[in-house]
């Protein structure tokens, strides 16, 4: 997997799709924040992409305790990761509400192909 940047980490919560070819290839950032990104990223995938999966029922649920959770001792906490990368909590928060409160019917559906002008 391609680290994330913030840029795709942003354009995951608009609601969009990263396609490995809008990622960059090269970052700048430590081992430890591509790490921290991955985490955060995965976590929010999980629950915009899976939340109506019976499959994925369990995994869904501890990403958001994960994304609830108020205690930033550990270092990986969802409010240390949006502190890292910049995010506010209650905004990414909101996000994730949105996505919950979105009926599957009624979910922007992304193309993969691109329309000429």
Same mark, same amino acid.
């Given at each position: @997997?391609?680290?994330?940047?913030?840029?795709?980490?942003?354009?995951? @919560?608009?609601?969009?799709? @990263?396609?490995?070819?809008? @990622?960059? &290839?090269?970052?700048?950032?430590?081992?430890?924040?591509?790490?921290?990104?991955? &985490?955060?990223?995965?976590?929010?995938?999980?629950?915009?992409?899976?939340?109506?999966?019976?499959?994925?029922? +369990?995994?869904?649920?501890?990403?958001?305790?994960?994304?609830?959770?108020?205690?930033?001792?550990?270092?990986?906490?969802?409010?240390?990761?949006?502190?890292?990368?910049?995010? +506010?909590?209650?905004? &990414?928060?909101?996000?994730?509400?949105?996505?919950?409160?979105?009926?599957? +019917?009624?979910?922007?559906?992304?193309?993969?192909?691109?329309?000429?002008?």
């Amino acid at each position: @997997m391609i680290a994330p940047d913030i840029a795709s980490i942003e354009h995951l @919560m608009a609601a969009g799709e @990263m396609l490995p070819s809008q @990622m960059r &290839v090269r970052s700048s950032w430590s081992p430890e924040k591509r790490l921290a990104g991955a &985490v955060l990223a995965s976590a929010l995938v999980s629950v915009r992409d899976r939340r109506s999966d019976p499959r994925y029922a +369990e995994d869904v649920v501890e990403d958001l305790a994960w994304i609830y959770d108020n205690d930033s001792r550990e270092p990986f906490s969802f409010l240390r990761l949006c502190d890292l990368f910049g995010l +506010e909590p209650v905004w &990414v928060r909101e996000t994730v509400e949105r996505w919950h409160l979105t009926a599957p +019917e009624h979910r922007r559906v992304f193309s993969l192909s691109r329309h000429a002008a």
